[in-house]
């Protein structure tokens, strides 16, 4: 099949006819669609399929039990209301870069391997990269299993409902040992690579990020009938905590966001009794990070305390800087030179990914695609078909330069 083939079968797939946008959350029936998508490519072209303890997919060529595969792919999950690339560019165009070095008549002398992690944007259970995380050991099964989406279901029931066994999950290093070298396609999450005229990217770091919740308990009462300086409100706390938070990241140079939030009783007619909000904030360093989180904190306090409201604030997940691996990344860089004009600009990036996770136990790099309109998580989310497929042959060169040498 050609890239467009394949981008053109996944695309209806768990995509929302009123949004626009696409709702592939963690074991549902659109996750389960997009594995089964995965595993009939893997099988049209005879890779070797698997799915490991943690519910990640792989396709091998060759024996990965060698230990020194090149291993490629993303994830096929979304946000709510994502974009059609943000995940599913790196696993088409790992499928297209096969497809492309077979018709080279490429002769790989090491295993290759393409690989769909799961719940990579964490959209269902609130932490982003399980399947990765599992994997390398960076959440522990008791973690896991008191993970909850917003019904009350839980991480365990939602994978045997899949038809997969919970209990079987945790860290795989076995699975690790295997890998020499991952490299991870996507589309840019941000126009750096658009405003300085460039098609393709590679990642130098990832900036340290982290999500926190903060819960503002007040006093439900009656919106019509209850005194304002009788209240005890915890809207208003929140809603100065998005202000402080949006303060704080101008100042640190940073980024600070409270995109999700849940209130009770929830009531257009009544004083809440809780404001939860979920901050995520990322930063170039951890030394701004740290400033960010902590002035929002602070402020929260004072807000809390001023209006008889208490203040809960933990952190749910966080990961910190993240170098690439130097040596792969000058190797990416020179190989995508190599007989051409190409430049290539390595960019940092504030969006987490699976090749994070993963850098501390292989060796990662990453190939960023033009996005011309820097939008991400969301349906407007794009990446010109010429620049995609720009994308194919850039990820068919890094891995013959690879795999075939």
């Known amino acids: 099949m050609t890239f467009h083939s394949m981008w053109a079968e996944l695309l209806p797939i768990g995509r929302s006819s009123a949004s626009g946008g696409y709702r592939r959350f963690a074991w549902t029936e659109a996750d389960a669609d997009c594995r089964a998508w995965f595993e009939q490519q893997a099988r049209g072209r005879g890779l070797a399929y698997e799915t490991d303890r943690n519910g990640n997919q792989w396709a091998w060529l060759g024996d990965p039990a060698r230990g020194d595969a090149v291993v490629t792919g993303s994830h096929l999950d979304s946000v709510p209301d994502g974009g059609a690339f943000d995940g599913p560019l790196g696993v088409v165009s790992a499928f297209a870069a096969l497809d492309e070095l077979r018709r080279r008549g490429a002769r790989f002398t090491k295993p290759l391997g393409i690989v769909n992690f799961g719940d990579e944007e964490g959209a269902r259970f609130g932490l982003a990269c399980v399947g990765s995380r599992l994997t390398a050991g960076a959440l522990t099964v008791e973690q896991a299993h008191r993970l909850t989406d917003a019904e009350g279901i839980t991480l365990p029931q939602a994978m045997e409902a899949a038809g997969y066994d919970p209990d079987a999950i945790g860290a795989d290093p076995h699975r690790l040992d295997r890998i020499g070298a991952f490299v991870e396609l996507h589309v840019e999450q941000g126009r750096a690579l658009d ?196 994308g194919v042959t850039a990820l068919a060169d890094a891995l013959e330069g690879l795999a075939c040498t």
């Open 195 to 390: 405003l300085s005229g460039d098609r393709i990217g590679i990642a130098g770091a990832i900036w340290p990020h982290g999500r926190w919740r903060f819960d503002f308990r007040g006093e439900a009462n009656h919106a019509g009938t209850t005194r304002l300086a009788d209240r005890r409100d915890p809207m208003l706390s929140y809603a100065q905590t998005v202000l402080a938070a949006r303060r704080e990241a101008e100042l640190a140079g940073a980024v600070a966001t409270f995109g999700k939030i849940a209130v009770e009783p929830n009531g257009v007619n009544a004083v809440p009794s809780l404001v939860r909000g979920w901050l995520d904030s990322r930063a170039a360093d951890q030394e701004s990070l740290d400033a960010v989180v902590g002035g929002v904190k602070k402020a929260a306090r004072e807000y809390a305390a001023a209006h008889g409201v208490d203040l809960d604030v933990e952190r749910e997940s966080f990961t910190p800087v993240v170098e690439f691996d130097h040596a792969l990344r000058d190797e990416l860089a020179r190989i995508l030179a190599t007989g051409t004009d190409l430049t290539v600009p390595v960019l940092g990036t504030g969006a987490g990914h699976d090749a994070g996770i993963l850098s501390g136990r292989v060796p990662t790099a990453m190939l960023f695609v033009r996005n011309p309109t820097g939008v991400s998580h969301s349906p407007a989310e794009f990446a010109a078909e010429d620049d995609c497929v720009a």
